[in-house]
């Protein structure tokens, strides 16, 4: 058997089954957290709106979540949705990278617990210490269980992603302790560090699997590959940017910042651009990724605007990047890993070329209808943005609860 390292070099070790007497769902990270953030990213939105417009049922017009309605969005994007993901991704393809059993049965259950008790405690309103104790420690299991595994066969090139988790972690210490004292600017800030922290990774696996996918999905023969020195630049930039949010004010416009959006915006345009093939069009799996790229450009580049003073608000420029590329790139890495690591073939279900087109529908009306007719725009990303997650969580969530389908443990 054959496996993508991280480095985008092909591997012939396989790794050794985990037991296959546990329910499918606890076999390898990927089922129960894929599930998970895609259910997740459903109910969040579906209540963030709700909230927004004025919508909640009356017995819930006082409930306020930990940092009220507009923190707690902020937070649980990045820290509910997409560390889900990045538990699940990260999980799975370390058993790969390094040939070790992956987390399985009542470690892999005890860390979800954690997750999901964050996401309650955030939720609910509960003190914020039992936020810092469940939602911290998730992350920092997270850290040590992948960090140990990589530590173990000292692939150290691959150390990057345990220490970008241990960076969220720190990143959510922040929000609680804005929590905690009432500091709405912390939070702000955790939030954003957060989302770059989260687009470093996405810079970093996408560059190396990307390329990959597209040229094993178009039959090329000719290897499609990515410049090391681009994608280490790009990831490094997310970070300094992650790094400097954290400890600045990332609500106002930073000329210098201008600087760094804008090159980023051109070195992701470069990447995307090499990487492009007409024939994407016609394989969904393909298409969704590379669109999911070209937000985060628009994104970068409208950042770079806003900073230089030429644009009023940061909001839709973000939401290019969290709903368009973020999401985006969710929702398509999920679905084709999904089906590789069932022993289905890379052949997605018809609804999801739907569920594909209806996240970046979300995404045009979030970003450029929502600045002329905010509610209604709001409402259609919303719709869009459950439609497309409700698509994946009903055509998936069987193939995630049951044994994969060519006999092999997994």
């Known amino acids: 058997m054959t496996l993508l390292q991280l480095d985008g070099t092909v591997s012939s070790t396989t790794p050794p089954p985990p037991p296959t007497a546990e329910f499918p769902l606890w076999r390898l ?15 969040s939105v579906a209540l963030w709106i709700a909230a927004c417009l004025g919508a909640l049922p009356p017995a819930l017009f006082t409930w306020n979540p930990l940092g009220g309605w507009l923190g707690w969005h902020q937070h649980e994007m990045p820290f509910g949705v997409a560390t889900a993901i990045v538990a699940g991704f990260l999980l799975t393809v370390v058993q790969n990278w390094t040939g070790q059993p992956g987390l399985h049965g009542k470690p892999l259950i005890i860390l979800v617990s954690l997750w999901c008790a964050a996401r309650l405690c955030w939720l609910t309103g509960l003190p914020w210490a039992f936020a810092a104790a469940t939602g911290l420690a998730f992350l920092l299991f997270l850290a040590y269980v992948t960090g140990r595994i990589l530590w ?45 922290l989260i687009v470093a990774l996405m810079t970093m696996i996408g560059g190396r699997v990307i390329p990959f996918f597209t040229q094993m999905g178009l039959r090329r023969p000719d290897a499609i590959t990515s410049w090391l020195w681009l994608d280490a630049a790009l990831m490094a930039g997310a970070l300094v940017v992650a790094i400097l949010t954290a400890l600045g004010d990332g609500r106002e416009p930073q000329p210098a910042f201008a600087l760094v959006f804008a090159a980023l915006a051109v070195g992701h345009a470069v990447r995307l651009g090499r990487w492009y093939d007409a024939g994407i069009w016609r394989v969904p799996l393909l298409w969704s990724l590379h669109l999911a790229c070209l937000w985060m450009v628009v994104g970068f580049a409208g950042l770079a605007l806003f900073h230089g003073g030429w644009l009023a608000s940061s909001s839709y ?40 087109i209806l996240l970046n529908l979300a995404t045009v009306a979030r970003v450029f209808i929502a600045p002329w007719h905010y509610p209604a725009a709001l409402t259609l990303a919303a719709v869009c943005w459950t439609a497309a997650f409700g698509l994946f969580a009903w055509h998936y969530a069987p193939m995630l609860c049951r044994a994969r389908v060519d006999g092999r443990p997994g």
């Not at 691959?158 to 990143?171: D, I, Q, S």
């Open 29 to 43: 990270g990927f089922r129960p957290f894929f599930l998970a953030g895609a259910v997740f990213a459903i109910l």
């Open 152 to 196: 173990k066969v000292k692939q150290k090139h691959n150390y990057l992603a345990p220490c970008t988790v241990l960076l969220l972690a720190l990143a959510d210490a922040l929000a609680l302790a804005g929590v905690a004292s009432g500091n709405s600017d912390w939070q702000y800030n955790a939030a954003m560090a957060a989302i770059w």
């Open 317 to 356: 420029a973000l939401h290019a990047l969290t709903v368009g590329a973020m999401g985006g790139l969710i929702l398509a890495m999920i679905s084709r890993v999904s089906l590789g690591h069932t022993g289905r073939p890379l052949q997605a279900p018809a609804a999801m070329s739907w569920a594909f």
